[in-house]
């Protein structure tokens, strides 16, 4: 999985596979990746994980598909007949990929929807904050907020995806007040938050 040990979403989604491993006594092998400054390296150490896993002989795999890297150690567990669910992220990749299933949410969709509810609450500018925009999910779900807003048209007007740090709370706090401003009446302001760490 991408979750790194510094995102605090992945937390209980590591807790509830430990746990559920031992209520089904089954021999779980789970780490979490220590976060990297480029992404992508997180990505490659998984593809090369999920690779050896397969290789060694599991009996089945849940993956999350952040991008494109994992994909082909994915298509190398299917060509040894290992099971393969994908989680979290990687939705489109796992239908394309024809895995046995996929635990997550329809991403653009979410990020249209959390639009039309900002839209009815009054939004009238909407950002999207992305903690993680090396992820395609995440990308995905600014999309959607952006679409929905467009579509709305009108007095409502889309201002832009904000790349904002997952761990540094001062620096979050100054990149989104340069982006937006930091003074004056934020009435109307709509905002996308895309992680649990972001809600403080």
């Not at 092998?29 to 990297?36: A, E, G, T, V």
């Not at 390296?41 to 009996?59: F, Y």
């Not at 997550?104 to 500018?125: D, H, P, T, V």
């Not at 982006?179 to 009435?187: A, N």
């Amino acid at each position: 999985l991408h979750g790194v040990t510094t995102d605090v979403f992945w937390d209980p989604v590591f807790a509830s596979a430990k746990q559920a491993a031992i209520d089904m006594g089954i021999d779980l092998d789970l780490i979490r990746f220590q976060p990297s400054a480029d992404e992508q390296d997180v990505h490659h150490r998984m593809a090369a994980r999920i690779k050896t896993l397969c290789e060694g002989g599991v009996d089945g795999i849940f993956v999350s598909i952040p991008s494109d890297v994992v994909i082909d150690s994915v298509k190398r567990c299917q060509e040894l007949q290992v099971p393969v669910v994908s989680v979290n992220a990687g939705g489109e990749a796992s239908e394309e990929l024809k895995l046995m299933n996929h635990i997550g949410m329809l991403e653009y969709s979410a990020g249209y929807g959390g639009a039309e509810r900002l839209i009815e609450a009054g939004m009238k500018q909407g950002y999207c904050l992305n903690h993680a925009p090396e992820v395609d999910v995440t990308k995905q779900r600014c999309q959607g907020f952006e679409a929905a807003i467009k579509e709305h048209g009108g007095d409502v007007v889309y201002k832009g995806e904000i790349e904002v740090p997952m761990d540094n709370t001062a620096q979050y706090q100054f990149v989104v007040e340069e982006f937006v401003g930091d003074s004056g009446d934020w009435e109307g302001f709509g905002i996308l938050l895309l992680g649990p760490t972001q809600i403080e």
